[in-house]
Nanobody, 123 residues
Framework: QVQMVESGGGSVQAGGSLRLSCVAS????????MGWFRQAPGKEREGVAT???????TYADSVKGRFTISKDNAERTLYLQMNSLKPEDTAMYYC?????????????????WGQGTQVTVSS
């Protein structure tokens, strides 16, 4: 199994920045992709950004140019740098891992999930 633990969420004003982190542990050698997903109250979960073992990234259109996903393989850590935050970015953010290469933003391709970290952006 693979365990994921997120951190770095919080409250920020519009235009501000946050950096989310996610540490993976367990059988991480079986995973080929990691990603960030979010879910706002009353809305469906959506993919934010994913990255595979080869470093290929996919971003949701809504965050392109504002968010950057990266990973530190040695530390088994995934990051999401979020700049120019907007109130519509308010959501619970989840880190996930899976076995696909180029998984896109398809949540079903990620069987391992963290508990989430809350991001709240005020106007």
């Amino acid at each position: 199994q693979v365990q994921m633990v997120e951190s770095g969420g919080g409250s920020v004003q519009a235009g501000g920045s946050l950096r989310l982190s996610c540490v993976a542990s367990g059988y991480t050698y079986i995973t080929n992709c990691m990603g960030w997903f979010r879910q706002a109250p009353g809305k469906e979960r959506e993919g934010v950004a994913t990255i595979d073992r080869a470093g290929r990234v996919t971003y949701a259109d809504s965050v392109k140019g504002r968010f950057t996903i990266s990973k530190d393989n040695a530390e088994r850590t995934l990051y999401l740098q979020m700049n120019s935050l907007k109130p519509e970015d308010t959501a619970m953010y989840y880190c996930a891992a899976g076995r696909y290469y180029e998984p896109g933003l398809i949540g079903d391709r990620f069987p391992y999930w963290g508990q989430g970290t809350q991001v709240t952006v005020s106007s």
